[in-house]
Nanobody, 124 residues
Framework: QVQLVESGGGLVQAGDSLRLSCAAS????????TGWFRQAPGKEREFVAT????????IYADSVKGRFTISRDNAKNTVYLQMNSLKPEDTAVYFC?????????????????WGQGTQVTVSS
């Protein structure tokens, strides 16, 4: 099993940038495709981005394409989410999650391990 811990969230203004980190312990993260999801108040959790085990393949939600970049450093057992040009609608708790396979359709139920989340708040 792999345990995941997110960090890097905070309060920023619209247009600012943040980088989230997802650090893994237990089993090595390079065994897992890793994704970022988010949940805004009163809304269901939604997919943001995912990256394959070797980092060669990525998928983004349309709402973040061109603004967010997912990357990984397997030597550091960490996956990142660089978020640029943040908007108030990006406000949410951001979760990282691991899946044994990189899926072309990254459904939430395919991710078996989840972190506790980190809050991102974007003020207008």
């Amino acid at each position: 099993q792999v345990q995941l811990v997110e960090s890097g969230g905070g309060l920023v203004q619209a247009g600012d940038s943040l980088r989230l980190s997802c650090a893994a312990s237990g089993r090595a993260l390079h065994n897992y495709a890793t994704g970022w999801f988010r949940q805004a108040p009163g809304k269901e959790r939604e997919f943001v981005a995912t990256i394959s085990q070797n980092g060669a393949s990525t998928i983004y939600a349309d709402s973040v394409k061109g603004r967010f970049t997912i990357s990984r450093d397997n030597a550091k057992n960490t996956v990142y989410l660089q978020m640029n040009s943040l908007k108030p609608e990006d406000t949410a708790v951001y979760f990282c999650a691991a899946a044994p396979t990189f899926y072309g359709t990254p459904l939430e139920g395919r991710y078996s391990n989840w972190g506790q989340g980190t809050q991102v708040t974007v003020s207008s």
